[in-house]
């Protein structure tokens, strides 16, 4: 029995990380460098999902069937997702420029060096052709 809901739960899980658009634009902007930008303007995508679930929640006062409370609730977490990645993103980005200044000023460093040994060979074989 725990063996089919274990097996269940993971398939509804592939299923709602492939199909599911919120899942795919969260996913687009974590693991992209370039994705990470649009953590911050993604976060308005919350406004629509907190309007939908406003509006359900006024139809279910005026006598709505009580299904609608599964949109508001599946509309409350897709918003608090998108509120969630702006965050997110900004913290993924500062870590990935932080990483990447790290990395070029090394390349800096190391250059000089390596351009030094090059214009010395060069002065060495300009002197043996001479």
Known sequence: ??????????????????Y????ILLDAIRTRRRGLKWGIPAMLLAVPYLLIANVCVQLIDDGAPGWLHLA???AIWNMLKM???????????????????????????????????????SVVDAIDIR
Request: charged residues 25%; positive net charge.
């Open 1 to 18: 029995m725990i063996r089919l809901i274990w097996t269940v739960s993971v398939h509804t899980r592939y299923f709602l990380r492939r």
């Open 20 to 23: 599911m658009p919120t899942n």
């Open 72 to 74: 508001v609730l599946w």
């Open 83 to 121: 509120l969630w990645i702006g965050p997110v993103s900004a913290v993924l980005l500062i870590r990935a420029r932080v990483r990447e200044s790290i990395t070029a000023r090394r390349e800096r460093a190391s250059s000089p060096g390596e351009a030094d040994v090059a214009e010395e060979r």
